[in-house]
């Protein structure tokens, strides 16, 4: 699982990295969505860092540079919160999904939802090497 939770970091990292980018440079929003805003900045600036956070991790863990538990911690807990943060603005869009319906975005979904998407699986991933690792502590205790 190490190396599909980072080859999904780096695709949550591209993807937020593209959204954040265009924002920045052109100050309009990728795929004319809505752009929302979290303590003034755009929310893919976030979600840029989140999952920079978790790539990094998520690469010391597969070079082995980092404590399995350690790394298994921080991606749980950061994934978690990229849960939380897309999540809200997830609920947030639904008005206008139902309003305008699931072809009004580019990949069917807002681009919040689908980061919330990567979260989710990054997160399932995690756990379940966390549990696994915790059972390997048990057996070798």
Same mark, same amino acid.
């Given at each position: ?7 999904? %970091? ?6 937020? *990295?593209?959204?954040? @980018?265009?924002?920045? &440079? %052109? ?5 004319? $969505? ?5 303590? +003034? ?5 976030? *979600? ?9 991790? !998520?690469?010391?863990?597969?070079? +082995?540079?980092?404590? $399995? ?10 994934s978690f919160m990229g849960i939380? &943060?897309? @999540?809200?603005?997830?609920? *947030?869009?639904?008005? /206008?999904?139902?309003?305008? *319906?699931? %072809?009004?975005?580019?990949f069917g979904l807002p681009t ?8 989710? /699986?990054?997160?399932?991933? %995690? ?11 048990? !057996?070798?205790?």
């Amino acid at each position: 699982m190490k190396k599909t939770i980072l080859t999904l %970091s780096i695709a949550g990292i591209l993807f937020s *990295g593209y959204l954040s @980018g265009v924002k920045l &440079f %052109s100050q309009t929003c990728a795929f004319n $969505e809505t752009c929302p805003y979290f303590l +003034g900045y755009p929310a893919c600036y976030f *979600g840029f860092i989140m999952f920079a956070v978790i790539t990094l991790v !998520a690469a010391w863990r597969v070079f +082995g540079k980092v404590n $399995e538990k350690l790394a298994l911690t921080a991606l749980l807990t950061v994934s978690f919160m990229g849960i939380l &943060f897309a @999540g809200y603005f997830t609920l *947030g869009e639904i008005p /206008l999904l139902l309003e305008q *319906g699931f %072809s009004s975005y580019v990949f069917g979904l807002p681009t919040c939802a689908l980061g919330l998407i990567f979260y989710l /699986l990054i997160f399932a991933f %995690s756990l379940q090497d966390y549990r696994t690792e915790k059972k390997l502590r048990k !057996a070798t205790a």
